[in-house]
């Protein structure tokens, strides 16, 4: 294993509170989540059927790894599912990244309550750190869509019934199969309908995609980066309306790199 499967497993960790054992749980889930949507391309070439049992394992810095399982007996944390590489060329593509997610759930609590257990938390700590992972949707959920079909369902806070997002909207802009026109930001709800669309064309005419600087394909689909809500057209961030649908939190190149220097 390289110096990040190390740091999951054999160090020593300064985690003590529910918000620290929170923070490495959410970065994990994090790197696992990328594996399986974003970066889904190289995790299919890596689950070799051919290769030994192979382990994805999540990562605190939001990273990944696909690898053999610790040779450590007992391991130092909890080990997730052994073999998932083995399924792949027998199952469809989808329900197999839905059954490796459920596996990566699964470890995930395995470890989150491992964690629990070494640091002594009492009954009001373990509820608290419960609470918190209950606030986010499970891996599961993120790969087959179904946390955004439950977003969908909760009532909304304004009359707004086009499906355009809004610069502030937390996930993703819908991605049906008819790409969405440009979004624009969202307005003041006692503002009039006339007055909404007319400054809804302005911005949207005036928005540039913060790849190539332009504002062509309208029509086109465009996402909207989370950290610097900056639109983007899809083609020029090679992110397409299928893959957005599993994507919680989206951010730029510009982001990501800025993180990754960090």
């Known amino acids: 294993m390289d110096a990040g499967a190390g740091a999951g497993a054999g160090a020593p960790y300064a985690s003590r509170t529910a918000e620290e054992v929170f923070r490495d749980f959410r970065g994990r889930r994090a790197g696992m989540i990328k594996a399986l949507t974003l970066e889904v391309e190289k995790f299919y070439q890596l689950c070799d059927p051919e290769k030994e049992n192979l382990c994805l394992y999540g990562y605190p810095n939001e990273t990944w790894e696909v690898t053999l ?47 629990a257990a070494r640091f002594g938390f009492d009954k009001e700590s373990r509820r608290r750190l419960f609470n918190m992972i209950n606030n986010l949707p499970t891996i599961f959920e993120v790969v087959t869509g179904a946390a955004k079909k439950q977003t969908k369902e909760k009532p909304p806070n304004s009359t707004n019934k086009s499906n355009k997002p809004s610069m502030k909207m937390p996930s993703r802009p819908e991605s049906h199969s008819k790409a969405p026109k440009m979004p624009a930001p969202p307005k003041d709800e006692d503002e009039s309908g006339e007055e909404y669309g007319e400054e809804e064309e302005e911005e949207r005419d005036n928005t540039l995609c913060g790849t190539c600087g332009t504002n062509d394909g309208k029509d086109e689909f465009w996402i909207c980066c989370d950290n610097c809500e900056r639109w983007y057209h899809g083609k020029c961030v090679k992110i397409t309306p299928a893959r957005a649908e599993h994507i919680k939190h989206y951010k730029c190149p510009d982001c990501s790199n800025k993180r990754a220097r960090a």
């Open 69 to 115: 399982p610790a040779e450590e007996v007992p391991p130092e944390i909890p080990e997730p599912a052994l073999g998932i590489n083995f399924a792949r060329d027998g199952m469809n593509e989808k329900d197999w990244l839905a059954l490796v997610a459920v596996h990566s759930d699964s470890w995930l609590l395995a470890v989150l309550f491992y964690f």
